[in-house]
């Protein structure tokens, strides 16, 4: 149990960070649009990422040496336009919280964005499969470690997701999403200048 705490307080401290996946996730909370879907496909890449981590697979990644350029640039390509659009509806204005949910994105478009803001940003990577990998590796019980993070990762993206309806009254106001879409505009172009420097 001490080993599934231990995992769990790391796999949590590394997940509060305000990054693109969260940002994207709180989004989805508060228009209250495939908020099951993404909360999970978050929580199960991030289960899949430290089992791979737990399991050694940092190590296949540290040596392969292009791989991580690659990712980098892609991921920071995506975050550019990803903020860019996030910018521009903030510009634009009008966002709002719509009860009857006209214009709703497509499950198939929201997936695919969360799979992108996951798997496309290296920061990932390093926080699941390298450093919780390396850490689990100091554990006896590596699987309760591991089984640790994972239920941080359900229990984070299931209360953000979720837990953002309770911020939905005062994003019925344009001026609270157009700052949203600033705020979001900034992490994006923030991870993505990380990336890049």
């Known amino acids: 149990?001490?080993?599934?705490?231990?995992?769990?307080?790391?796999?949590?401290?590394?997940?509060?960070?305000?990054?693109?996946?969260?940002?994207?996730?709180?989004?989805?909370?508060?228009?209250?649009?495939?908020?099951?879907?993404?909360?999970?496909?978050?929580?199960?890449?991030?289960?899949?990422?430290?089992?791979?981590?737990?399991?050694?697979?940092?190590?296949?990644?540290?040596?392969?040496?292009?791989?991580?350029?690659?990712?980098?640039?892609?991921?920071?390509?995506?975050?550019?336009?990803?903020?860019a659009r996030a910018f521009w509806a903030a510009w634009k204005g009008g966002g709002h919280l719509d009860a009857a949910g006209q214009g709703r994105a497509s499950l198939k478009g929201v997936l695919l964005t969360c799979l992108l803001l996951t798997w496309a940003n290296p920061h990932v990577y390093l926080d699941t499969v390298v450093l919780l990998g390396s850490v689990a590796a100091q554990y006896p019980a590596k699987v309760n470690f591991a089984l640790g993070a994972m239920t941080a990762s359900f229990a984070f993206f299931f209360s953000l997701g979720y837990g953002a309806r309770l911020l939905a009254p005062l994003f019925a106001r344009p001026a609270a999403w157009r700052l949203l879409d600033v705020l979001v505009g900034a992490i994006m172009w923030t991870v993505a200048g990380s990336l890049l420097l």
């Open 1 to 83: 149990m001490e080993t599934a705490l231990a995992g769990f307080g790391l796999g949590l401290s590394l997940i509060l960070a305000i990054g693109a996946q969260n940002a994207f996730v709180l989004r989805q909370g508060l228009r209250q649009e495939h908020v099951f879907a993404v909360c999970l496909t978050c929580a199960l890449s991030d289960a899949i990422l430290i089992a791979a981590g737990v399991s050694g697979f940092g190590i296949l990644v540290t040596k392969l040496p292009w791989l991580e350029p690659v990712m980098r640039w892609g991921g920071a390509a995506f975050l550019i336009v990803y903020g």
